[in-house]
Structures are given as C-alpha cells and as structure tokens.
C-alpha cells in the first residue's frame, strides 16, 4: 500500500493528492502535523530514499526559518538531526511518498510518476 504524509493545509500535498486521485491510485494518507514520523521511521525512510538527510528538511516552512536551521543544521550531527525532524512534523517536508520501492519528499510529478510505475 503506498502511503503519502501530508499536511492538509499545504498547497503541494494537496496538489499531490490530487495527482494520486486523478491517476486512480490509491493511497493511505498520514497527517503528518498529527502523525509526524519518529526517530526510526525518519531513519528507515532516508535510508530507503537514498537522498541527502536535508531533503527531508522543509526548508520553505515557519519553523526552519524561525530556528534559522539554514544556519544551524551544517554543525548538527545526523542524529541531531534526526531527533529534529522527529520533534515536529512541520519540520520535515512534504509530501512524502511512501511505495514498496521508493521514498520521496517533495511532489514533482515525473518522479512520482517513475516511482510509481507498476
């Protein structure tokens, strides 16, 4: 079952969600601000992913901006970093997509499209 973590207010998830519906797939959505992965989840989806750790930053969201992590995030250690993400689901960027296969953050349309061919 693909899984995708979204925030219901962001205008990317819910251009991704629509995607999904629009393709006929189906999906089961986790609220991310209500639901936010932990520290193990967070490791497993990166791992999986295979993408640099500050992919899974939301860069373009309040907090990282309030806590200037832009600034901070290069002198955290990984597991630092890792428990950040894990503090608050705003944090970490969405969506994310979750298949058996890959991982990815963010919504571009021909990734998820690739990632999603059966």
């Given at each position: 079952m693909i899984k995708v973590y979204c925030y219901s207010r962001c205008t990317t998830c819910k251009k991704a969600l629509k995607w999904l519906e629009d393709k006929g797939i189906k999906y089961q959505l986790i609220d991310i601000k209500e639901d936010n992965p932990d520290e193990k989840t967070l490791r497993k989806l990166h791992k999986k992913s295979?993408?640099?750790?500050?992919?899974?930053?939301?860069?373009?969201?309040?907090?990282?901006?309030?806590?200037?992590?832009?600034?901070?995030?290069?002198?955290?250690?990984?597991?630092?970093?890792?428990?950040?993400?894990a503090s608050d689901g705003m944090i970490v960027k969405r969506p994310i997509l979750i298949t058996d296969k890959a991982v990815l953050t963010g919504f571009k349309e021909a990734d998820w499209e690739a990632a999603l061919e059966k």
């Open positions: 295979g993408l640099p750790l500050k992919k899974f930053f939301n860069t373009s969201g309040m907090i990282y901006r309030e806590m200037e992590l832009s600034k901070k995030l290069p002198d955290m250690s990984e597991d630092e970093q890792f428990k950040l993400l």
